[in-house]
């Protein structure tokens, strides 16, 4: 069976500090990876996506970055916090265009 | 753009109330986007509820239904009598084909149902 794995499941930064979410899928290869992101009171939305290893495709702009070193590894990432980046991250993956399957998310809080 | 607008929450019902959480949509990039409901219970991940990818028909799951209706570009989640452990927060989602496939998410809807 597939799984996902996020980490970590809550941050509290500070303004200005770096921050590093990650995801891992285990029992699946080369799915399709994607980093959503829900700010407080806003929607779901898809800022990165993965095809394959190595190559990421960003869909919102925010002063975010992500990478994928491994086929089964999402990184999402950026040097310098700001206060608009607080919100609940989740990563997912698929294959084709079938059901996406999520993680259970991290809590991001920027103060 | 696509959006995807649904009903503002929180909502609150009793124990084998009937539910209704409307939910519509606007694609201009795509005719016949397919259509999700998704449900987050408290503590689990994101999960898929149902989905139809044909207009016209009804999607059916743990006893919620939706059908997709082209006309009135909606698909609204229904169910006749909720239980408590339908408390959840409930997102409308269509999906496309775009660089990637993508899901256009409504803002959430806070069920809580009451004992």
């Known amino acids: 069976a597939q799984t996902i794995h996020q980490w970590p499941v809550a941050e509290i930064k500070a303004v200005g500090s770096p921050l590093s979410l990650g995801c891992t899928i285990k029992?699946?290869?080369?799915?399709?990876l994607y980093w959503y992101w829900q700010a407080t009171g806003g929607t779901l939305q898809q800022l990165f996506y993965?095809?394959?290893?190595?190559?990421v495709e960003s869909v919102v702009q925010l002063n975010l970055s992500a990478s994928r070193p491994k086929d089964d590894q999402f990184i999402l990432s950026t040097e310098k916090l700001l206060l608009s980046h607080s919100g609940f991250y989740l990563c997912?993956?698929?294959?084709?265009?079938?059901?996406?399957?999520f993680g259970k998310g991290t809590r991001l809080t920027v103060v | 753009g696509d959006s995807v607008t649904q009903t503002e929450g929180p909502v609150t019902v009793s124990e084998s109330e009937s539910l209704i959480i409307n939910c519509t949509y606007s694609?201009?990039?795509?005719?016949?986007?397919?259509l999700f409901w998704y449900v987050r219970y408290p503590g689990e991940g994101l999960q898929l509820l149902l989905k139809?990818?044909?207009?016209?028909q009804k999607g059916s799951s743990r006893g919620f239904e939706a059908t997709y209706n082209k006309e009135t570009t909606s698909f609204h989640l229904q169910k006749a009598s909720v239980q408590e452990s339908d408390s959840a927060v409930y997102y409308c989602?269509?999906?496309?084909?775009?660089?990637?496939?993508?899901?256009?998410f409504g803002s959430g809807t806070q069920l809580t149902v009451m004992p």
């Open positions: 997912a993956w698929n294959q084709a265009n079938t059901e996406v399957f």
């Open positions: 029992g699946k290869s080369s799915p399709n």
């Open positions: 993965s095809i394959t290893v190595g190559q």
């Open positions: 694609a201009t990039s795509i005719a016949y986007p397919n």
């Open positions: 139809v990818i044909t207009a016209g």
């Open positions: 989602a269509l999906g496309r084909s775009s660089g990637s496939w993508q899901l256009i």
